[in-house]
């Protein structure tokens, strides 16, 4: 009898923590469709998330910060920020529940604990919406489009416009991709509608219209045909590399400024969160978002570089293959990249290393790097192996790690995980670009060497920093209280 109402207890408790969970999708949702407020918790989005999710990524924010984060607990700060007339803001829920627990004997209630944490979101200027151009429409481009789409919203921040691609556009072409849009053998089906328009020459995604431009040159196109103005083109075609090529793009009507998705050469290389700050998009009119591996490694670097200083060290990332190898064994213009990428493991250069400088100068000439492809579509690994200036210990440093990922300028970039059973497929979909695997942190026993171990998401961890880059470029951040 005792076990049978123990077990009536659990199943009714279940029940109360999933009904909460309803309430609190809707609140999330209000948020952000009425008010433009963005709810996530500890960095992980909520928006478009079900039921068993969100109490998914409660149990790992417990774990996280140690310390139990109910359900219960979210909806009462949520309600808190739901009541409060704030503008446009992007919200840690996770924090704000964690730090509420901590100082619930200064407030009354939560709404003026809520009140008092984010009292100078009303200091923040008006932003105004920035069109976007998808110069490009691969692997890269596809992912944008999807995050920009589904982070619409009330169009408050970017807006997307147009996609321009080389060749003709007929009803046949256009279906396809809005095909490769709509299902990906990666990450999944759109979380929304994709339709194609053979009459308009267009997509409409979400409801929107989103136009499909036919161009073999950027200086070809005049975009205030579309009614599109001091737009933002972000170019994911790796065609054009250096300033001159790149500046192609500024000839355009209707054109404003330029984010490559890929190494620049003569233009700021900026990794999110790192050095962005350090470049005023009122002064500067082309950046680069630096390569995947960039963005997974430097975050993880400036931690260390900042807290134990860096002598020297070696990068090796382990990378998925890439759509510029080969499905069987044919010619290739870089050694080795000829074999077939689905059955070799293929050692091959990256610039990771030397590119890293660019966000770090302090690094410049400490870091060599290869690099080896492996026979996985998504998913890759950055092993770091480095000569430290200051001695630590594994807990020293993974604890070094967790407060960069808990507090700080780089909450975005970093996620902690605790997982010791994690392997390539279960960061498929992370929108951080560093995966810290805190449980693989290896010391040698002087404790002046660490080998650390940060996957990544090569495709979707990279286009959610090339998102968060194009909003600092087109002054579209809002609030954020992380």
């Given at each position: 009898?005792?076990?049978?109402?123990?077990?009536?207890?659990?199943?009714?408790?279940?029940?109360?923590?999933?009904?909460?969970?309803?309430?609190?999708?809707?609140?999330?949702?209000?948020?952000?469709?009425?008010?433009?407020?963005?709810?996530?918790?500890?960095?992980?989005?909520?928006?478009?998330k079900?039921?068993?999710?969100?109490?998914?990524?409660?149990?790992?924010?417990?774990?996280?910060?140690?310390?139990?984060?109910?359900?219960?607990?979210?909806?009462?700060?949520?309600k808190?920020?739901?009541?409060?007339?704030?503008?446009?803001?992007?919200?840690?829920?996770?924090?704000?529940?964690?730090?509420?627990?901590?100082?619930?004997?200064?407030?009354?209630?939560a709404?003026?604990?809520?009140?008092?944490?984010?009292?100078?979101?009303?200091?923040?200027?008006?932003?105004?919406?920035?069109?976007?151009?998808?110069?490009?429409?691969?692997?890269?481009?596809?992912?944008?489009?999807?995050?920009?789409?589904?982070r619409?919203?009330?169009?408050?921040?970017?807006?997307?416009?147009?996609i321009?691609t080389?060749?003709?556009?007929?009803?046949?072409?256009?279906?396809?991709?809005?095909?490769?849009?709509?299902?990906?053998?990666?990450?999944?089906?759109?979380?929304?509608?994709?339709?194609?328009?053979?009459?308009?020459?267009?997509?409409?995604?979400?409801?929107?219209?989103?136009?499909?431009?036919?161009?073999?040159?950027?200086?070809d196109?005049?975009?205030?045909?579309?009614?599109?103005?001091?737009?933002?083109?972000?170019?994911?075609?790796?065609?054009?590399?250096?300033?001159?090529?790149?500046?192609?793009?500024?000839?355009?009507?209707?054109?404003?400024?330029?984010?490559?998705?890929?190494?620049?050469?003569?233009?700021?290389?900026?990794?999110?969160?790192?050095?962005?700050?350090?470049?005023?998009?009122?002064?500067?009119?082309?950046?680069?978002?630096?390569?995947?591996?960039?963005?997974?490694?430097?975050?993880?670097?400036?931690?260390?570089?900042?807290?134990?200083?860096?002598?020297?060290?070696?990068?090796?990332?382990?990378?998925?293959?890439?759509?510029?190898?080969?499905?069987?064994?044919?010619?290739?213009?870089?050694?080795?990249?000829?074999?077939?990428?689905?059955?070799?493991?293929?050692?091959?250069?990256?610039g990771?290393?030397?590119?890293?400088?660019?966000?770090?100068?302090?690094?410049e000439?400490?870091?060599?790097?290869?690099?080896?492809?492996?026979?996985?579509?998504?998913?890759?690994?950055?092993?770091?192996?480095?000569?430290?200036?200051?001695?630590?210990?594994?807990?020293?440093?993974?604890?070094?790690?967790?407060?960069?990922?808990?507090?700080?300028?780089?909450?975005?970039?970093?996620?902690?995980?605790?997982?010791?059973?994690?392997?390539?497929?279960?960061?498929?979909?992370?929108?951080?670009?560093?995966?810290?695997?805190?449980?693989?942190?290896?010391?040698?026993?002087?404790?002046?060497?660490?080998?650390?171990?940060v996957?990544?998401?090569?495709?979707?961890?990279?286009?959610?920093?090339v998102?968060?880059?194009?909003?600092?470029?087109?002054?579209?951040?809002?609030?954020?209280?992380?």
């Open positions: 009898m005792t076990s049978n109402a123990t077990y009536e207890k659990e199943l009714a408790f279940q029940a109360d923590r999933r009904r909460a969970t309803v309430e609190f999708i809707k609140i999330v949702s209000d948020l952000w469709y009425d008010k433009s407020v963005e709810l996530v918790l500890f960095k992980n989005q909520l928006i478009d079900n039921v068993s999710q969100i109490l998914s990524l409660h149990n790992y924010a417990g774990e996280f910060v140690q310390k139990p984060i109910s359900i219960f607990d979210s909806v009462e700060i949520a808190a920020i739901l009541e409060l007339d704030i503008p446009p803001a992007k919200l840690d829920i996770g924090k704000l529940t964690y730090e509420f627990h901590l100082e619930e004997n200064k407030y009354h209630n709404r003026g604990f809520v009140a008092y944490k984010i009292k100078d979101a009303k200091k923040s200027k008006d932003i105004q919406p920035k069109d976007v151009i998808l110069y490009g429409f691969g692997r890269i481009g596809r992912l944008v489009a999807r995050e920009l789409m589904a619409t919203g009330k169009g408050s921040q970017l807006r997307l416009r147009a321009v080389r060749g003709e556009i007929n009803p046949e072409i256009l279906e396809k991709r809005a095909a490769l849009l709509r299902n990906d053998s990666i990450h999944g089906e759109f979380p929304g509608t994709v339709a194609s328009d053979s009459k308009k020459n267009c997509l409409i995604i979400n409801g929107t219209t989103v136009h499909l431009i036919n161009a073999n040159a950027p200086e196109i005049d975009y205030t045909q579309f009614k599109i103005k001091d737009a933002l083109v972000i170019d994911n075609t790796g065609a054009f590399r250096d300033k001159k090529a790149l500046s192609r793009h500024l000839k355009s009507k209707g054109v404003d400024k330029v984010l490559l998705t890929a190494p620049g050469k003569g233009v700021p290389n900026i990794v999110h969160g790192v050095n962005h700050f350090e470049y005023n998009p009122n002064d500067i009119k082309i950046f680069s978002a630096a390569s995947c591996t960039t963005n997974a490694i430097t975050p993880i670097l400036k931690a260390v570089e900042d807290s134990l200083g860096v002598k020297s060290g070696h990068l090796e990332t382990i990378h998925a293959y890439t759509n510029d190898q080969n499905l069987v064994d044919n010619f290739h213009k870089k050694y080795r990249r000829g074999r077939a990428a689905g059955l070799n493991m293929v050692i091959t250069e990256t990771a290393g030397s590119a890293v400088s660019k966000a770090l100068p302090s690094l000439g400490k870091l060599t790097s290869n690099a080896i492809r492996v026979p996985v579509p998504n998913g890759s690994l950055a092993i770091l192996n480095l000569e430290l200036d200051r001695k630590t210990s594994v807990d020293g440093i993974n604890s070094i790690i967790k407060k960069y990922a808990l507090e700080g300028d780089l909450v975005e970039q970093i996620k902690y995980e605790l997982s010791d059973e994690l392997v390539s497929s279960d960061i498929v979909g992370c929108s951080a670009p560093s995966i810290y695997d805190s449980k693989a942190t290896i010391v040698r026993k002087d404790g002046k060497n660490a080998i650390l171990y996957w990544y998401d090569n495709e979707y961890g990279y286009s959610h920093q998102v968060r880059l194009a909003k600092y470029i087109a002054k579209v951040r809002r609030y954020t209280y992380y």
